[in-house]
């Protein structure tokens, strides 16, 4: 019986909100379609209330479960997001609360373990010295709890060990940025390091390949980069493509998007396409992106490291 309400819940819920709201159905990369089968969620723009300049926005998982509501100061073809933002995951669990100015985080932002305990607060208020270094954006760590409730950082002091699928790190917390010595494994390769940091701002480090060599560093994190850069890039594409004689008579335009990895020795591998307007436009660009020389490798914690890039190749039919 409470299965049964909650679905006629559900289904009130999204009639209210649709009933005099725009739909649109998108993919997850933010590719809108044109049917909900083919769609990954559903967004449902309202008009503001009375007093309001912002758009009040939800979004819907296939399942109907809702998975966002917020508001915004545009919607379209891009979403601009203006005040408080709660996101969902499938079974309807909060997963955080952000509040945005122009589409950035401001103020305190909360994120959530699965069985619904909070997990993290940031500040985006607060500037970080090594978030800025990175281009990032600035903020501090002001608490931390692990699942079961235990807190961990405290008011932005206490330690922690931070992990991802490719990295282990562990150190502390001062002021809400990381201060002192960092330890940790590069996993893939199976590098230890150690980073010194100075209130937030990384200081240098030292990395002890398998091997036994050490590698001492005062950048933490190189992005690949293309031979001479951005510029050089875009000159190179310019240079390589010619647009599809096929797509050309169709008056075919539009971004092609591919992602590829960039190998240790600066080689490109495993290129695919993200999304594309033609077969013939994504022929031309993994042609052109396959006879590129070899890039400068990324680099972390002084040793070369695979990595994942996404490239948007635009063309456009000249008038």
Do not use: C
């Amino acid at each position: 019986m409470k299965k049964f309400l909650a679905i006629i819940f559900i289904i009130l819920s999204f009639e209210s909100y649709s009933q005099s709201g725009k739909i649109y159905f998108l993919k997850n990369n933010g590719r809108f379609v044109n049917d909900k089968d083919s769609a990954d969620f559903m967004r449902i723009v309202n008009e503001p209330d009375s007093g309001s300049v912002y758009y009040k926005v939800t979004e819907f998982y296939p399942n109907s479960v809702r998975k966002l509501i917020g508001t915004a100061s545009i919607y379209w073809p891009k979403v601009i997001w203006e005040g408080p933002s709660i996101t969902f995951d499938k079974q309807g669990r909060k997963v955080q609360h952000v509040t945005y100015q122009k589409n950035l985080p401001v103020g305190a932002a909360y994120y959530y373990y699965p069985n619904g305990r909070l997990m993290k607060e940031l500040d985006y208020n607060a500037p970080n010295p090594s978030e800025k270094s990175k281009g990032s954006l600035k903020f501090k760590l002001m608490n931390y709890f692990d699942s079961t409730g235990v807190q961990l950082v405290k008011d932005g002091s206490g330690y922690l060990k931070e992990s991802t699928k490719k990295i282990t790190e562990e150190g502390n917390y001062a002021d809400g940025v990381r201060h002192g010595i960092w330890k940790g494994t590069i996993i893939e390769e199976g590098t230890t390091f150690e980073d010194n940091y100075d209130k937030g701002t990384f200081i240098s480090g030292k990395s002890f390949n398998p091997d036994g060599k050490v590698v001492e560093y005062t950048v933490k994190d190189v992005l690949p980069k293309f031979p001479g850069g951005e510029k050089a890039f875009g000159e190179f594409l310019s240079k390589n493509i010619k647009y599809p004689a096929e797509a050309r008579s169709w008056g075919i335009n539009g971004r092609v998007l591919l992602s590829y990895i960039v190998e240790k020795d600066g080689s490109l591998t495993n290129i695919q396409v993200v999304s594309s307007p033609h077969h013939a436009l994504e022929d031309e660009a993994i042609r052109v992106l396959k006879r590129s020389p070899k890039w400068e490798p990324g680099i972390q914690n002084g040793i070369p490291v695979r990595v994942k890039y996404t490239l948007p190749v635009n063309f456009s039919i000249s008038k």
